[in-house]
């Protein structure tokens, strides 16, 4: 499923997940994100930018990451994550 283009941005939020359901981050509207792992629910938190397909991320205890929307799949670090329906 490919995510929907606002402007020149691509509509990244809703619930993305991996392919084992070990990790389930939801980008929020308001730019913030919430991603939990297992069993453990918020267990990272922060916020989130979108330019173009590129995500940077922020969590809420200064760490960053990034990411990118290539086919519809999220690229996040190390991680593969597929938008839930």
């Known amino acids: 499923m490919r995510g929907t283009v606002e402007g020149d941005h691509v509509d990244v939020v809703g619930m993305w997940v991996t392919a084992d ?5 939801e980008l929020l509207p308001d730019g913030r994100y919430d991603e939990a ?3 453990r629910r918020s267990a990272y938190t922060g916020r989130y ?8 991320y922020i969590d ?6 990034t990411g990118d929307i290539r086919d519809g799949v999220l690229h ?10």
Do not use: K, M, N, P
Not at 60 to 65: K, P, S, V
Not at 76 to 85: G, I, P, Q, T
């Open 21 to 25: 359901g070990h990790i389930r981050q």
């Open 37 to 39: 792992r297992g069993e």
């Open 49 to 56: 930018t979108v330019t173009g397909s590129h995500l940077d």
């Open 60 to 65: 809420d205890t200064g760490f960053t990451a």
């Open 76 to 85: 996040h670090e190390h991680l593969v994550l597929y938008r839930e329906r």
